[in-house]
């Protein structure tokens, strides 16, 4: 995703699975837990690491890993360590079935989820997504969601986004940033939504960073002052969205590490989502990016804004292994 991608935790390459069980029955033994161990295991393996992980402890002792930490953790700690041992795939569709099934729907997870994914990623989570819930993606953004927004998301999830190609297309980027342009501010009566949604949706992450250039040099503004311009709401949102992960994908995910965290209370399920999914991806980067954002290291911010050992093991994933 991008060209800096960082991931903060990586494979272990002195693994033994048989070792690591041992470790997790070892930390819940006897009274209370040994939290310190349970995080060095979690963060010192990649997600399919841990997943064999859990494999062997059960075969090992007649026990599901999670269920055991369940019995001993509680709080945001647990829900992060479960997080950690949750298959990537399903920690996203879960969180966009939570989305469309909750009371209401949460139009930010939606953003956030589908709007940075690559065609190969969405098409990933459409079969993880039906194989667990029994309803395709695409029914359940039908169902829930109405208007320019629904349309957004559903072509989104469509799979019509090629993959980035090196090649570049100035003169097809020109057009396409032309066309963007009459269908919004060059446009006589009313905004074109459909324009957008297509180029938007249809365009590998390179070719819209040429298109989006080129539309600077048209309209003599950038084309995020554009959509704050002619769109609203939801729709608004999901553009922008998709804006920021072509120009800059680590400050894509900055921006909502920085809105979990800002003002009184904390969105922890945010906090840890994003923590939890980017960590083998680019968390390294994004949290590079963040201080340039924010003048203040992503570390310090979830110190300030966490506790115990659920901060712990939060801050342990950023500065990985």
Known sequence: MG?????????????DADFSATRFKKAMRGMGSDEKMIISQLISHSSLQRQEIE????????????????????????ETVVALLTSPYDLLTEALHGALKGIGTDESILTEVLCCRSAEEIDSLKVWYEKKFGESLDEALKNDLSGDFQALMRS??????????ETENIPLAK?????????GVGYSSNTDESEFIRILNTKSFSHLRETFRAYDQIAQQPIQDAIE????????????????????PAGFFCKRLHKSMD???????????IIVSRSEIDLASIRERYKDLYSQDLVVDVEKDTAG?????????????
């Open 3 to 15: 060209e800096d991608c960082k991931p903060s935790i990586k494979d272990n390459r002195a693994f």
């Open 55 to 78: 494999e062997t402890f059960k075969k090992n002792y007649g026990q599901d890993l999670i269920e055991a930490l369940r019995d001993e953790l509680g709080g945001h700690f647990e």
């Open 156 to 165: 989104l999830v469509s799979g019509g986004r090629p993959s980035d190609d």
């Open 175 to 183: 057009k396409d940033a032309q066309d963007l342009y009459d269908a």
């Open 229 to 248: 311009d002619e769109f609203s709401g939801d729709m608004k949102t999901g553009l922008l969205a998709i804006v920021d992960r072509v120009m800059d």
């Open 263 to 273: 003002g009184p209370g904390t969105d922890d399920k945010t906090l840890i989502r």
């Open 309 to 321: 050992d659920y901060g712990r093991l939060l801050v342990a994933i950023i500065k990985g292994n």
